[in-house]
């Protein structure tokens, strides 16, 4: 599996701007290749429309076939671990598509908090300890905001690739860096 598959053009990013294929593409990615049924089983979906949607993701590159048990299995595979796309397009299509799918993401994040919060209190102390909900505000220029992005890209890069050790268990880690105010 790449690293990154990069989406571009408005169409890409209008097509991942589903919440459940990015919820099939966090499965896949997360747990390894899959059927629509499993994936189904797994989402509390259907079959024909998990079936739908991975078939939607392959013709943008984000998923494909895996090798199958038998003739009859079809599962299917995430192309890579991340899926990123640009911000900064001067193009009114691509920016309109890319604030949709960041929409979407966003979404997703405030599912997931919930999700937590809702089971918060059966999580053992030294998770509840450690786990929460942190914001700051700082006075930074657009270069200094770049610089801490990537040192908290770099401090994190050094827990994504490494095996899956006994006591750990997968966190989802949110960062969000959102300019206040006008801007000079």
Request: net charge negative.
């Amino acid at each position: 599996m790449r690293d990154e598959v990069k989406l571009g053009d408005a169409r890409s990013l209008r097509a991942y701007a589903h919440p459940l294929r990015m919820r099939l593409i966090g499965l896949l990615r997360g747990e390894g290749p899959m059927t629509a049924t499993q994936a189904a089983a797994r989402l509390g979906d259907n079959v024909p429309n998990c079936s739908f949607h991975l078939r939607q993701l392959a013709k943008y590159g984000l998923v494909e076939r895996a090798p199958g048990a038998d003739a009859r299995e079809r599962p299917w595979q995430a192309t890579a671990q991340y899926t990123s796309w640009d911000d900064d397009s001067d193009d009114p299509a691509i920016r309109a598509a890319a604030d949709q799918l960041t929409s979407v993401v966003l979404g997703q994040y405030v599912e997931r908090a919930q999700e937590y919060l809702a089971v918060r209190g059966d999580e053992p102390v030294e998770w509840r300890a450690a786990a929460g909900f942190n914001d700051a505000l700082i006075h930074v220029t657009a270069g200094e905001l770049r610089e801490i992005t990537g040192q908290i890209d770099d401090l994190l890069a050094r827990y994504t690739d490494r095996e899956r050790a006994a006591g750990t268990r997968p966190v989802h880690l949110i960062h969000l860096a959102l300019p206040r105010g006008g801007h000079d």
